[in-house]
């Protein structure tokens, strides 16, 4: 999934731990040979390719799933997020060694391909009704994924894990007797840095930020999180973070969250039953939604450090 993911569970049973880990890594290698764009033979790759000549292909229940939440959350954001972004990603090719602008004509051009409401779910078939459109899960597969092995920690009898792949995570039960798991959030401009950390329990975080997947041309900095709107990266936003009862929507509402800038961001955080979020904007200014000051253990003391002049303009 193109990240590096972590498992961490207390649990006494040594062999017991060893398994729920081993199987837990598995399913997420099972579920990346499904959703990943990478791997030429995955089902949604397929799916993707099939969709040039067919209209209608039947999924297995996990794409299925996570089709449709993606569905749901283009909804909801207006937009803001949307799964037929493919066409824009592949043009941007953030995974070459040297990464380039894309040409601006075929850039704009792939946009007509972008609207998730061309997307038909029929049963357990999709159809995509532009030839010419692809999806691509990014912002909410990984997510799908971390859930799934939660689920399988907890099915096998851990009492207590956390499972993060790359900024996206989940913790269950308490560390150890009175402690909840303490997540951090990383400065977007200085990685070993933290701007903010909280007490996790039975809850997900995850974070979008400009930083994950970039390139600098001309002190430009260009990034992965792309507006569906015209295909060009947000350039308004450093960073969001949402926490949110499942993985696979809190990465999503971030992702959202992080095209929608501040304002419209918090909104839409505010609108969800259960659901905070904190969103950095380029000048450096924090926003926070309703109750995300009340989070259990927030500290934002690398926060309150000044964060304004330590970020940098790009």
């Known amino acids: 999934m193109g990240t590096l993911v972590e498992i961490t569970i207390q649990e006494f049973d040594n062999d017991l731990a060893q398994h729920a880990i081993n199987k837990s890594f598995n399913e997420m290698s099972r579920l990346e040979k499904i959703m990943s764009t990478h791997l030429p033979n995955s089902e949604l790759s397929q799916l993707n390719s099939l969709a040039e000549r067919e209209t209608k292909i039947t999924v297995s229940s996990d794409l299925l799933k996570v089709i449709q939440r993606g569905v749901h959350w283009g909804k909801l954001s207006n ?34 391909f972008i ?25 909410i597969g990984k997510g799908y994924a971390v859930d799934q092995a939660i689920g399988i920690l907890k099915k096998m009898g851990v009492k207590s ?17 009175a402690e909840a798991w303490q997540v951090g959030i990383q400065h977007p401009r200085k990685p070993e840095e933290i701007i903010a950390s909280l007490d996790v329990r039975d809850k997900a975080v995850a974070t979008s930020g400009d930083y994950q997947r970039y390139f600098i041309k001309d002190n430009v900095r260009f990034h992965h999180i792309l507006n569906p709107k ?10 969001a973070t949402v926490i949110a009862d499942t993985v696979m929507d809190a990465d999503a509402i971030s992702t959202a969250s992080f095209i929608l800038g501040p304002n ?24 926070y939604s309703s109750e995300f000051r009340n989070l259990p253990g927030l500290s934002l003391q690398g926060l309150e450090n000044n964060l304004a002049k330590q ?3 790009n």
């Open 161 to 177: 894990g956390l499972v993060n792949a790359g900024g996206d995570l989940m913790a269950f039960g308490l560390k150890n007797e």
């Open 79 to 112: 937009g803001a997020i949307d799964i037929t972004i493919g066409p824009a990603v592949k043009l941007w090719d953030f995974n070459k060694e040297t990464p380039n602008l894309p040409d601006v004509d075929k850039l704009q051009k792939t946009t007509s």
């Open 264 to 287: 419209k961001g918090i909104a839409l955080i505010n609108s969800l039953e259960g659901v905070e979020g904190m969103i950095l904007s380029k000048l450096g200014s924090a926003s």
């Open 115 to 139: 609207d998730y409401k061309n997307i038909a779910i029929d049963g357990s078939s999709v159809i995509l009704k532009k030839t010419g459109m692809s999806l691509h899960l990014g912002a």
């Open 311 to 313: 970020i940098e303009p």
């Open 230 to 239: 015209d295909g060009w990266p947000e350039n308004q936003t450093m960073s």
